[in-house]
């Protein structure tokens, strides 16, 4: 963000960012991270700030590309369990 435009948040104010992940540290980019995750809660993006988030939101993503998307009540996980 500190080395100018275009950068990350301009790329989300243009609608050319479907998802952040993000995994700051240290006082500068705890800065960035403020300006960067308004935007994308203004613009609708989701923003992962963990390793293991990302890790769970790509394997989800791959789940969504290999079969249907099925909602069904939360006790019905535990019955089958």
Do not use: C, F, W
Not at 41 to 63: E, F, L, M, Q, W
């Amino acid at each position: 963000m500190s080395e100018g435009a275009p950068n990350l948040v301009d790329r989300i104010r243009e609608g050319r960012i479907q998802l952040i992940i993000n995994t700051p540290s240290g006082k500068i980019p705890r800065q960035d991270e403020v300006r960067i995750r308004s935007t994308a809660i203004a613009r609708g993006v989701p923003v992962v700030t963990t390793v293991p988030g990302a890790d769970a939101y790509a394997h989800g993503i791959s789940a969504l590309k290999h079969r249907d998307l099925d909602v069904k009540p939360l006790q019905e996980y535990h019955r089958a369990g």
